[in-house]
């Protein structure tokens, strides 16, 4: 065997195993986009949200997930995070919802008004990443999703 193809067999073969090890046997992570929003409690320093976060599952087993760590920015800049020992069993090549629980600060509100009352502010883009932690053997696999929600005009 030529050196240099051994040596690339050494160095690259493991990192490929390790790769597919990190994702648990699946083939692909699974995709997590926010569907939904709304204000559960509001206190002077720290508001609670609900989330309503869909999970696809584009592999081809399901996908038991027994834990949620995440982290939700608005218009790049980290506005809430939680976790959540939320449940679900997302079928193969399928899809399911989840309630979950985020937590915001004062300083993370007042950062989202002041870009509001600037004006020309008709979209405000998301980004919601973390990991869903697996239940058959603690994996957690990255999620990374980012979308728009549309705001009402003012007249």
Same mark, same amino acid.
């Not at 696809?56 to 995070?81: C, M, R, T, V």
């Not at 069993?89 to 009352?117: I, W």
């Not at 600037?118 to 990991?131: P, W």
């Given at each position: 065997? @030529?050196?240099?193809?051994?040596?690339f067999?050494?160095?690259?073969?493991?990192?490929?195993l390790?790769?597919?090890?990190?994702? !648990?046997? @699946?083939k692909?992570?699974?995709?997590v986009?926010l569907?939904?929003i709304?204000v559960?409690?509001? !206190?002077?320093?720290?508001?609670?949200?609900g989330?309503?976060?869909?999970?696809?599952?584009?592999?081809?087993?399901?996908?038991?997930?027994?834990?949620?760590? @995440?982290?939700?920015?608005?218009?790049?800049?980290?506005? #809430?995070?939680?976790? $959540? #020992? $939320?449940a679900?069993?997302?079928?193969?090549? !399928?899809?399911?919802?989840?309630?979950?629980? #985020?937590f $915001?600060?004062l !300083?993370s509100?007042?950062r989202?008004?002041?870009?509001?009352?600037?004006?020309?502010?008709n979209?405000?883009?998301y980004?919601?990443?973390?990991?869903?932690?697996?239940?058959?053997?603690?994996?957690?696999?990255?999620?990374?999703?980012?979308g728009?929600i549309?705001?009402?005009?003012?007249?």
């Amino acid at each position: 065997m @030529y050196q240099p193809l051994r040596a690339f067999c050494v160095l690259v073969l493991p990192l490929l195993l390790v790769a597919c090890a990190s994702l !648990g046997g @699946y083939k692909e992570a699974p995709k997590v986009s926010l569907a939904n929003i709304k204000v559960l409690d509001v !206190g002077l320093l720290e508001q609670k949200l609900g989330l309503t976060i869909r999970v696809q599952n584009p592999n081809e087993k399901e996908l038991p997930i027994k834990a949620f760590s @995440y982290d939700l920015l608005l218009n790049g800049q980290q506005f #809430a995070s939680g976790v $959540s #020992a $939320s449940a679900v069993t997302v079928p193969a090549f !399928g899809n399911d919802t989840v309630e979950v629980e #985020a937590f $915001s600060s004062l !300083g993370s509100v007042l950062r989202q008004f002041a870009e509001y009352r600037k004006g020309g502010l008709n979209r405000v883009s998301y980004r919601i990443k973390g990991s869903a932690i697996l239940t058959e053997s603690s994996i957690r696999l990255p999620f990374d999703f980012a979308g728009e929600i549309g705001l009402p005009d003012e007249k």
